[in-house]
C-alpha cells in the first residue's frame, strides 16, 4: 500500500476492526468538541478574563491541527477513484460539501494575515461553528439526515413556497384590518411579518397581537393553518428516514401489502 493510500485510510470514516483509522477519528472528534467547549466558555467574561492565553493557544493548536488535517485530505483524495487526477481531482474534492466545512473551519487561521478590519474579525470568528459541522463526516445519523433532506429537497422546497406564500398573505391580510387601530404595531406588510411567523409556528410571544374582531378571527385560522402546514415536513422527512433505513439494510417492502420485495 503506497503511503498516499494509508493516509488517506486513516483519514476517511474508520471501517470495522481498523484501529488506527478509528484513533484518528475518535482524535478529531475529541478535538471539535473540545472546541466547542472552548466557544462556550469563552463567552463567559469572567473565565476567559482568567485564561485568555489558554484560550487563544488552544485555538492556534486546533487551527493547525486542522489545517494539517485539510491538507493531508487534499494531497491523498486522488487515493479514492471519484477524484482521480491531480488537478481535477481535486478541484472535485475541494467542492464537495465536506471539503468545503474543512476549509471554513480553518479559514480564522488565514483571514487576519489578509489585514482585514478587525470589525470584520468578530463575524470571521463565527466560523468556528463550522468545527461542529465537521460531525457530518463521522456521524452515521447526521448523513443520514443529509441524504434524507437531499432526497427530499424538491419537496421541502416545494412546502417551504407554500409556508412563504401564507406568510405573505397572512401579513398582508393582518396590516389592512390593524393597521389603523394599531398603526405602531402593524406599521408595514414587512414589520408584520414577524407577527406572521410567530403566530405560523404557534409560539405566539405577545409582544403585539390583534385587537380588532377581523383580526382575531384572522389570527385564528392562520394559527391553525400554521399547524397543518408545519407538520408537512415533519411527516415528509419521517417517511424520508424510513426510505433510508430500509435501503440501508437492503430491506425493501411492497407499499400496499408490506410483503418482502425480492429482486
Not at 479559514?107 to 459541522?133: E, H, K, T
Not at 407554500?162 to 406588510?189: G, N, R
Amino acid at each position: 500500500m503506497s503511503l498516499k493510500q494509508h493516509v488517506h485510510d486513516l483519514l476517511a470514516v474508520s471501517a470495522d476492526g481498523d484501529f488506527h483509522s478509528r484513533a484518528v477519528d475518535l482524535g478529531i472528534l475529541g478535538l471539535i468538541f473540545l472546541n466547542v467547549v472552548a466557544l462556550t466558555l469563552e463567552t463567559v467574561a469572567p473565565i476567559h478574563a482568567l485564561y485568555p492565553a489558554a484560550f487563544a493557544w488552544f485555538e492556534r493548536i486546533s487551527l493547525i491541527i486542522f489545517t494539517i488535517e485539510y491538507v493531508l485530505r487534499l494531497w491523498s483524495c486522488t487515493a479514492d477513484a471519484r477524484y482521480r487526477g491531480p488537478v481535477l481531482g481535486r478541484l472535485r474534492f475541494v467542492f464537495t460539501p465536506l471539503a468545503i466545512i474543512d476549509l471554513l473551519a480553518i479559514l480564522p487561521l488565514f483571514l487576519p494575515l489578509l489585514g482585514l478590519d478587525l470589525r470584520f474579525m468578530r463575524i470571521v470568528r463565527l466560523l468556528r461553528f463550522f468545527r461542529l459541522a465537521k460531525l457530518f463526516r463521522y456521524s452515521r445519523a447526521l448523513r443520514l439526515l443529509g441524504r434524507v433532506v437531499l432526497g427530499k429537497r424538491e419537496e421541502l422546497a416545494s412546502i417551504c413556497i407554500v409556508l412563504i406564500t401564507l406568510l405573505v398573505i397572512a401579513a398582508s391580510l393582518m396590516y389592512f384590518v390593524e393597521h389603523d387601530d394599531q398603526p405602531d404595531k402593524f406599521s408595514s406588510i414587512p414589520q408584520t411579518m414577524w407577527w406572521g411567523v410567530i403566530t405560523l409556528t404557534t409560539v405566539g410571544y405577545g409582544d403585539y397581537y390583534p385587537v380588532t374582531g377581523a383580526g382575531k378571527f384572522i389570527a385564528a385560522c392562520i394559527a391553525v393553518l400554521g399547524i397543518g402546514m408545519f407538520a408537512l415536513p415533519a411527516g415528509l422527512l419521517g417517511a424520508g428516514f424510513v426510505d433510508e433505513l430500509q435501503k440501508s439494510r437492503g430491506d425493501r417492502h411492497c407499499p400496499h401489502c408490506g410483503e418482502r420485495l425480492e429482486d
